[in-house]
């Protein structure tokens, strides 16, 4: 798919733009690029026009200098919605995606007509998983990006689908190799300091989508599906992992089109 480039907050971005109807704007999760949603896009594309960017320090975005905030990231994607004037976009966001959609929601709801979590959770790291963070830092100083994502990618899929979909797998790596390395321990560290969102979801104005796999080894659905108001479409898919774009694309697809055909 071809990429365009826009300078947002002095951060060149890479972002795919097609497609026709509502605007969507899709965000990847941590060590990914615009490539996750490669099976998911052309289902969308007749009814959505989808603008997916790489995330700053992913794919072929830049890796500017400093922490990367889900605030700064997330003042990235407002900054995006501004510079291609398309009103107001639904956000769906994977994973970092949907921790970057939450500090957008809580910053910018006025320029959302909708939000969602893919395989997301408003809420924070607790004590070991910010001590995870931390060891996956030294893991990507010390031993290079590429021992850190030979780790990291079988975590993401369910267990049975390492032997059925070995092509995702090896395709959801090659993506996790194009990360900058100083990107991916800039974006840990924000991800270890973000706070519980979980009043975010709570305190929404506009609609909600909230997706889950029931085999995620990463966010379990309970996490997912932390706050429950009539407003929102949840949707879980069974057997997937964290990895729906990927592991069940029709399935993400179709809960995404009955959320956007409602708005």
């Known amino acids: 798919m071809d990429k ?14 097609r497609g026709q109807g509502t605007p969507v704007i899709l965000l990847h999760g941590f060590c990914g690029s615009s490539a996750y949603y490669d099976e998911v896009a052309p289902l969308l594309e007749g009814r959505c026009r989808l603008i997916i960017p790489d995330l700053r320090g992913h794919g072929a975005s830049d890796a500017p200098e400093g922490t ?10 407002a900054a995006l919605i501004d510079r291609l004037n398309i009103g107001r976009p639904v956000v769906l966001g994977h994973s970092l995606g949907g921790y970057v959609t939450l500090a957008l929601a809580e910053k910018h709801e006025d320029k959302l007509l909708a939000f969602g979590l893919l395989h997301s959770t408003a809420f924070p790291d607790d004590e070991k998983g910010k001590e995870g963070r931390l060891k996956a830092m030294e893991t990507i100083r010390e031993q290079g990006l590429p021992v850190f994502i030979e780790g990291l990618i079988p975590k993401l899929f369910a267990p049975a689908h390492l032997e059925t979909m070995p092509e995702a797998v090896r395709k959801a790596k090659e993506i996790g190799l194009g990360t900058s390395p100083e990107g991916a321990v800039r974006t840990l560290e924000g991800m270890r300091q973000r706070p519980d969102r979980n009043a ?10 909230l997706v889950a796999g029931t085999g995620d080894q990463i966010i379990p659905p309970q996490r ?8 929102f479409q949840r949707s879980q898919i ?7 774009m990927m592991e069940a694309p029709g399935e993400l697809a179709q809960a995404v089109l009955a959320f956007t055909a409602k708005l």
Do not use: C, W
């Open 224 to 231: 997912t599906f932390s706050v429950n108001k009539e407003a």
């Open 68 to 77: 990367y905030t889900m605030e700064a990231i997330a003042d990235d994607i």
């Open 4 to 17: 365009r480039y826009a300078d947002v907050n002095g951060t060149r971005l890479a972002y795919i733009d």
């Open 238 to 244: 069974d057997g997937a992992g964290h990895m729906s």
């Open 200 to 209: 975010v979801l709570s305190a929404a104005q506009v609609p909600v989508l």
